[in-house]
């Protein structure tokens, strides 16, 4: 029997179901959370890390440090994730929140 070929899409969940999950969340704050990682594609590494400054909403777009220290412009290509961003960033009264404590998962 032939070994079965492992293929990248076989670890990506496809948009209907993405969908699926962000509108399966409870709140606001929760569907931000989960399409900041999906549309954006960042690494809860990187989202831990980003400043609501990091944003450039005029540009739709992030910047960001990833792996090694590496600066990286991450483009926001989704008008509604954009529109979340900017009815959440009403929501910080204080801008040196972190994305993580400001999308908490507590």
């Known amino acids: 029997m032939p070994k079965q070929q492992h ?6 969940l ?12 409870n709140s606001f704050r929760d ?3 989960i399409k900041t990682l999906y549309w954006a594609g960042l690494r809860r590494s ?5 400043d609501i400054r990091d944003i450039d ?3 739709k777009r992030i910047t960001l440090t990833g792996k090694g220290d590496k600066t990286r412009i991450v ?22 929140y972190y994305l993580l404590n400001w999308l908490s998962l507590n």
């Open 57 to 59: 909403f005029n540009r």
């Open 31 to 33: 569907r931000c959370l």
């Open 14 to 25: 496809k948009p209907s179901e993405m969908n699926k999950i962000i509108l399966a969340t």
């Open 46 to 50: 990187e989202v831990q890390n980003l």
């Open 7 to 12: 293929t990248a899409a076989a670890y990506h």
């Open 75 to 96: 483009p926001i290509i989704s008008d509604e994730f954009l529109s979340d961003l900017k009815h959440l960033r009403g929501e910080i009264k204080e801008m040196n």
